[in-house]
């Protein structure tokens, strides 16, 4: 009786040290997952702002016009799944951004339409450029701080 109460406790103390050992390394998987894939969408958002940037401070009116708007509409895809994957800060920030650059080619739109020659108004690019340089920096700390945070 003495071995088979051995053996009986053997096994209960390997079932349950083998059912933590994989509760605790399924959590640690799933937890470096989360974070790769938050690492990835920090990374596309702030390749998409370094398009933006490039292009506006190269001047270039036909690539800022083609290339911008591939970037807007990355962005605006990231920035409407919001902090299902970004931080509410990085969601908020992104979205604020997204707003204030509507502003800036609604009013440029605007103006360029009610001039007596439409169409010859160039595009706000240096108010683009200040407004892109100002949220990268901003969404680059935030990235940070979120990323370091989860690691």
Not at 19 to 29: D, R
Request: negative net charge.
């Amino acid at each position: 009786m003495d071995i088979i109460t051995e053996l009986a406790l053997s096994i209960i103390v390997a079932i349950i040290s083998a059912y933590f050992t994989v509760k605790f390394s399924l959590k640690k998987f799933y937890s470096q997952r989360i974070w790769e894939i938050k690492e990835a969408a920090y990374s596309d958002i702030i390749e998409q702002i370094s398009v933006i940037k490039y292009y506006f401070s190269e001047l270039w009116d036909e690539f800022i016009i083609g290339s911008k708007h591939t970037s807007k509409e990355t962005l605006h895809k990231v920035a409407s799944k919001g902090a299902f994957i970004i931080s509410n800060e990085a969601a908020d920030a992104l979205k604020k951004f997204m707003s204030q650059l509507w502003v800036i080619e609604t009013n440029w739109r605007e103006e360029n339409m009610s001039s007596d020659n439409p169409g010859s108004i160039p595009p706000p690019v240096e108010e683009y450029h200040d407004l892109v340089q100002k949220f990268s920096e901003n969404f680059t700390k935030i990235a940070k701080k979120d990323i370091s945070n989860k690691k």
